[in-house]
């Protein structure tokens, strides 16, 4: 592993974490190439900003969980070649119900060349302290979907106002959202912005 890229539970003491593309449950069905261990990766930039959102969340109650952090470039072209594969429904309806996979690039919910690759973004969202329990968001990861963009309509108020204390604490510490995601944001002092790694996280 790349020297300033770390295991952010190593540098985060309590973060929670379940990474979406080292398991069965992700868009494409099965583990993604470059994922051999179901743990997060990024930067140490990366790590000392979620610290601070950490701390900033539990101020309004809530923990992190992360769901995606450094991804290596051999899984985005694992996510190519899926695309290109005969739709057999098995994730459709839960992850891209109104749309052909095909589609995920040209919506812009997954990118061929994407800056989890960087190391500095993450897929997140939040958790109770009270209960341990998920917070309502209005959906899950990866549902490719109108529904999943900030200020979406269809939401209940409890899931709009838990999108929005997502995205204060991550701005405040100085990340910044994806319109189309509410779960995925960029450290926006990213240090290798022009970089894109392909070391699996092993």
């Known amino acids: 592993m790349k020297s300033d890229f770390v295991f952010v539970d190593e540098f985060v003491p309590g973060m929670r974490w379940d990474a979406k593309y080292a398991t069965w449950d992700n868009f494409t069905g099965k583990p993604v190439d470059g994922y051999v261990l179901n743990r997060i990766v990024g930067t140490k930039a990366l790590c000392t900003a979620l610290e601070?959102?950490?701390?900033?969340?539990?101020?309004?109650?809530?923990?992190?969980?992360?769901?995606?952090?450094?991804?290596?470039?051999?899984?985005?072209?694992?996510?190519?070649?899926?695309?290109?594969?005969?739709?057999?429904?098995?994730?459709?309806?839960?992850?891209?119900?109104?749309?052909?996979?095909?589609?995920?690039?040209?919506?812009?919910?997954?990118?061929?060349?994407?800056?989890?690759?960087?190391?500095?973004?993450?897929?997140?969202?939040?958790?109770?302290?009270?209960?341990?329990?998920?917070?309502?968001?209005?959906?899950?990861?990866?549902?490719m979907d109108s529904i999943s963009h900030h200020e979406a309509s269809g939401i209940t108020s409890v899931e709009a106002a838990n999108r929005r204390h997502l995205r204060s604490v991550m701005e405040a510490c100085g990340f910044s959202a994806y319109e189309h995601e509410w779960w995925h944001y960029t450290l926006q002092d990213e240090p290798y912005p022009d970089d894109y790694f392909d070391f699996p996280i092993a």
């Open 52 to 143: 601070r959102a950490q701390e900033k969340a539990a101020g309004l109650g809530f923990g992190l969980v992360l769901w995606d952090g450094y991804r290596p470039q051999r899984a985005v072209e694992c996510f190519l070649r899926w695309s290109r594969l005969p739709e057999d429904g098995r994730t459709k309806r839960r992850h891209y119900p109104n749309i052909d996979r095909a589609e995920m690039f040209e919506r812009g919910y997954v990118a061929a060349k994407s800056g989890h690759s960087r190391g500095s973004t993450v897929d997140l969202t939040l958790y109770e302290l009270a209960t341990g329990e998920l917070a309502p968001m209005g959906g899950g990861h990866d549902l």
